[in-house]
């Protein structure tokens, strides 16, 4: 057996006190394909930034070919032929695919003009090397992404990869797509290239892995060799395996009418056939991996981008909802998923932000009435506890737990009867999130019809009455009250089945 | 109501210090700015701080003001305008050529104005549906519109002489000139418009944030075309405001103008990229370039120099302003 290529050795790495990677170790081969997997925030992105020099690691070794490595830096990664294929991908739409294969390192001839003849000649037999059947004097901005996806390839291997990383590689490729691609990782496989490859496409990891290491929480759990898992779902079990804390506080509310309901809801490439209902004081959780189409469901009840197909029922009555101005004005809320981008005005104060969406019960037919205003606002910066000296303090000044409650607020006092919540505590402290919890669970006590997405499976599994969990597009099953718990949430969103009715 | 607030909240961590220069950069740079160049310019020329005088600057300052209203609201949209100046010239030759025409005053100036919220209307509706940049939009539309009024005009200036509309930009109401009324009469709306409405509210969610304002259900193409029609036809009235003064719409006129319009509302302390500023701010930059324009005039400065030390002015003020900005992030 031949020596090892890469090695790690008890990887450390500390975010000012948090450990964002504890004891990690892991050997690569030449010429094997080497899975990682784990949750969404279980450190493999952390692991791989250490592993190109984006990040520093605070303890810990790194050898290449037995050789300890002291300080990794993208500079030095690129020297060992370490490279890195990022979700992103990382193409000039319009430059030729010759140009993207040499982007930064194109041969060139004298006075240091581009020697084009050479350039093209040589991506040419870079991508015959590849069996990649593409005119390198083409757009890449007319290649389909997995196409793209080829061009980097092609990139690292010109640049004499011997380690390549694929951070979820098929995440955005269809089923046809990802076979030519898993043809190609083997195709360098046996070239000798040493592939580490991140995907939460189970299916995929038993195809083409030779073995699997799985983070838990920043955690290294094990290597294994692949023959020695069973099947997904013991992959699964390796993966999550833990307790809840209940800090959720969850109460039985009663349950009403049917408030929402979603018939066969459609929105090509992102949704397909999505149909369900929420109650009046329910909490519907919406589980799944990124990109399964959590977010574009609730995108598409709000009127941000209208579904193709389907119908949209509120408290029984068709209603037609094109832009969020309609949504609001047919009782729904929408707390998005990335406050910063989509949900506060920064630049303004607490009480600004609050207003936002209330705006017409707050004014009289002009004028915006300052004593409503500051009346309403404060009534709710106690109710949720918003720490803030003043209500004309500039939102930015605040933490990420008291502008989501701010968010929140905005959107209580309009006591909608859906309210969307999408990561409803991404970001947000711990004490910050008990109040979140209590007062969506407040909301439910007074009727409203929540629907909470959340790629916190405690969260799901702490908050939800019941879970409609997402795989690809699709809702891969509906988990009832008595059978919801994290193995059977997690199986589901990674494509496997569940013997559920 | 924000204006008596924003300088005793400040956040703990930034104690001591900083809460003097913090106040001074947050509210100050303007203030100060009009305070200092009014006692130099009072104690180097004696003929600045006469009761004459003062009148004087205030309405030679009247349609720079009006327009810099306007500006204030296109700017803290995230917006520009750039064909301010041009829209000044076509106005002013709107309103004389109605004259001209026989056309009754009262009727002359509001068809005037309206002919000014329809060039907004175009501009907004540009910018709003096509997502041109409004840069883009309005440097071109400064081109046209420059070219629209040479077309009415053919190139000369048109004499109005009805004395009845010279009484807008030259007349008096018992001591006060009427430009000094009208420029105080449009700061106000402007500012109960930009402080008070859920329209004001809305013209600075959009400039912060577009899309979440859009998600709180604000209708942000017809909040941003409403923007540019109001703009515009203050605009169109701050025009016939210069016409009357000079007796004469002339396609010339205004030409620049918006850059100066532009400073003033930056002077004010607005923040270019939208999302922040006042009606307030702008009067004090409106004050600094109309206290820099007299002054340096009285003191016999050429008027080659005048620009080169206007222009220092404005990079000062920006200079401290990005302080601020750099300090609160």
């Known amino acids: 057996m031949s020596e090892p290529r890469l090695q790690l050795n008890d990887i450390t790495k500390d975010f000012s006190g948090v450990k964002a990677l504890k004891g990690v170790s892991l050997t690569l081969m030449p010429g094997s394909v080497h899975g990682l997997v784990g949750e969404n925030g279980a450190g493999k992105s952390t692991l791989i930034k250490i592993l190109t020099g984006a990040y520093e690691k605070t303890s810990g070794e790194i050898l290449y070919e037995g050789t300890t490595i002291e300080a990794m830096s993208p500079k030095k990664a690129k020297d060992l032929g370490i490279h890195c294929i990022y979700q992103e991908l990382n193409i000039a739409n319009h430059l030729s695919i010759a140009e993207n294969i040499f982007l930064g390192e194109q041969p060139t001839k004298m006075f240091g003009m581009i020697d084009w003849k050479k350039m093209n000649e040589e991506a040419l037999a870079v991508l015959q090397s590849l069996k990649i059947d593409l005119n390198p004097k083409k757009l890449a901005g007319e290649l389909s992404i997995a196409q793209k996806q080829m061009i980097e390839i092609a990139r690292a291997i010109s640049q004499k990869a011997n380690v390549l990383i694929m951070d979820e590689p098929t995440s955005s490729l269809s089923e046809r797509e990802t076979e030519v691609l898993l043809t190609l990782v083997n195709e360098l496989k046996n070239k000798g290239v040493s592939i580490i490859y991140v995907s939460h496409r189970m299916n995929e990891i038993f195809q083409i892995c030779d073995t699997v290491t799985i983070l838990r929480d920043g955690t290294y759990i094990k290597t294994l060799p692949i023959d020695e898992i069973e099947d997904t779902h013991d992959l699964v079990q390796l993966m999550v395996n833990r307790k809840l804390e209940d800090f959720f506080g969850k109460v039985e509310v009663p349950q009403g009418e049917t408030v929402l309901e979603v018939k066969n809801m459609t929105k090509h490439g992102l949704l397909e056939g999505i149909s369900f209902s929420v109650k009046s004081g329910e909490i519907l959780g919406v589980a799944g991996l990124v990109g399964s189409g959590r977010t574009e469901i609730a995108e598409a009840i709000f009127g941000i981008a209208p579904p193709d197909e389907g119908d949209m029922l509120i408290e029984n009555k068709k209603v037609n909802i094109s832009s969020p101005k309609d949504a609001i004005s047919n009782g729904i809320g929408f707390v998005t998923e990335n406050r910063k981008e989509t949900g506060l005005v920064l630049k303004r104060s607490v009480m600004e932000n609050i207003s936002l969406a209330n705006l017409p019960f707050v004014s009289g037919r002009f004028f915006i009435s300052p004593k409503k205003e500051k009346e309403v606002s404060s009534l709710y910066k106690q109710k949720l506890n918003i720490k803030t000296s003043t209500l004309e303090q500039k939102i930015s000044n605040l933490s990420g737990g008291n502008q989501q409650k701010a968010i929140l607020a905005r959107w209580m006092i309009r006591q909608p009867k859906v309210l969307l919540l999408d990561e409803p505590c991404r970001g947000v402290d711990v004490g910050a999130k008990a109040d979140i919890y209590a007062q969506i669970i407040e909301m439910a006590k007074q009727g409203t019809a929540i629907l909470m997405i959340s790629s916190e499976i405690d969260e799901i599994v702490g908050m939800s009455d019941r879970v409609l969990v997402m795989h690809e597009g699709k809702i891969s099953g509906e988990v009832e009250k008595e059978d919801i718990n994290p193995d059977t949430i997690l199986n589901l969103a990674f494509g496997g089945t569940v013997n559920a009715k | ?329």
């Open chain 2, 1 to 329: 109501m924000q204006n008596n607030t924003a300088k005793i909240e400040r956040p703990a961590n930034q104690a001591t210090f900083s809460k003097t220069a913090y106040f001074l950069l947050d509210k100050g740079i303007a203030i100060i700015g009009v305070v200092l160049l009014f006692v130099i310019m009072s104690i180097v020329s004696k003929d600045f701080l006469t009761v004459d005088n003062l009148l004087n600057v205030s309405r030679q300052a009247a349609v720079l003001c009006i327009m810099a209203v306007a500006m204030t609201f296109i700017i803290i949209t995230g917006g520009i305008d750039l064909s301010a100046g041009s829209q000044i010239a076509v106005a002013g030759v709107v309103v004389a050529s109605l004259l001209a025409a026989g056309v009754p005053l009262p009727l002359a100036i509001l068809l005037t104005i309206l002919s000014g919220a329809v060039i907004g209307l175009f501009i907004g509706g540009i910018i709003s549906t096509q997502k041109i940049p409004p840069f883009i939009v309005t440097l071109a539309m400064m081109t046209i519109l420059s070219g629209v009024a040479f077309v009415i005009t053919q190139g000369s200036p048109i004499v109005v002489t009805d004395p009845a509309f010279r009484f807008l930009g030259r007349g008096y109401i018992g001591p006060i000139p009427v430009p000094i009324i009208l420029l105080i009469v449009v700061s106000i709306l402007g500012y109960m418009l930009l402080s008070h409405t859920k329209f004001g509210r809305s013209v600075y969610a959009i400039g912060d944030n577009e899309e979440a304002a859009r998600l709180c259900g604000i209708n942000v193409k017809r909040v941003k075309m409403g923007v540019y029609v109001l703009g515009s036809s203050i605009i169109a009235f701050a025009g016939v405001l210069l016409a009357s003064r000079l007796s004469t719409g002339s396609p010339n006129a205004g030409t620049g103008s918006e850059l100066d319009a532009i400073a003033a509302v930056v002077l004010g302390g607005t923040n270019l990229f939208g999302g922040e500023g006042k009606i307030t701010g702008t009067l004090m930059g409106v004050a600094i370039i109309s206290i820099l324009n007299n002054g340096l005039n009285l003191l016999n400065v050429s008027s080659y120099h005048q620009l080169i030390i206007k222009g220092a002015v404005i990079l000062l003020a920006v200079w401290l302003n990005s302080l601020k900005e750099k300090r609160a992030a």
